[in-house]
């Protein structure tokens, strides 16, 4: 176990409703990162945050947003969904922002959108 | 452009047999290199990090082999078991860059058959 957690670990939305995930980091670590990740493709990165703040951003429309607050939790949100939105969502928490530090991946959310 | 490719996209083998999945990339300039394990539905764990300098690195039945020169990864493993049936994914970052600049290979598919 990596001490990350992630919840709900399912769940099933029609398009154009909103949808929230929630990501609870290993204590201590002052980054996390989300991704997405379609069937039989690697992870592709959201964004990151570190100390609460916005720390970078992949190819992904402003209808994906997030949170991370002092207590090591954070938050997904996706506005206006669309069919091509599900897939797994796994969010990593680290000790810091650069590339040699490790990453620890929660289970994940599956989010199917009908 | 900064691309990870993987082969074979899956692979099935015997339990108690040996196989080798492949990663070549192009990423530049070089950081470091990992190698996850994802099971079905659950989130990537790391199974070992190389730098520019390291050839080969071993956990447990896992070795992974490095070849800077000519962009080459590979990933052993040895007296394969069940457990081992998983998707195993690629990951290379440049020099100096952030978590949010990883570059993930889609990943192998490996099934363990008894």
Known sequence: ?114 | KNQVEQSPQSLIILEGKNCTLQCNYTVSPFSNLRWYKQDTGRGPVSLTIMTFSENTKSNGRYTATLDADTKQSSLHITASQLSDSASYICVVSARGSTLGRLYFGRGTQLTVWP
């Not at chain 1, 209808?63 to 997904?76: A, M, V």
């Not at chain 1, 590339?99 to 959108?113: K, N, S």
């Open chain 1, 1 to 114: 176990e990596t001490g990350v957690t992630q919840s709900p670990t399912h769940l099933i939305k029609t398009r154009g409703q909103q949808v929230t995930l929630r990501c609870s980091s290993q204590s201590g670590h002052n980054t996390v990162s989300w991704y997405q990740q379609a069937l039989g493709q690697g992870p592709q990165f959201i964004f990151q945050y570190y100390r609460e703040e916005e720390n970078g951003r992949g190819n992904f429309p402003p209808r994906f947003s997030g949170l991370q607050f002092p207590n090591y939790s954070s938050e997904l949100n996706v506005n206006a969904l669309e069919l091509d939105d599900s897939a797994l969502y796994l969010c990593a928490s680290s000790d810091g922002v650069y590339a040699g530090e490790t990453q620890y991946f929660g289970p994940g959310t599956r989010l199917l959108v009908l």
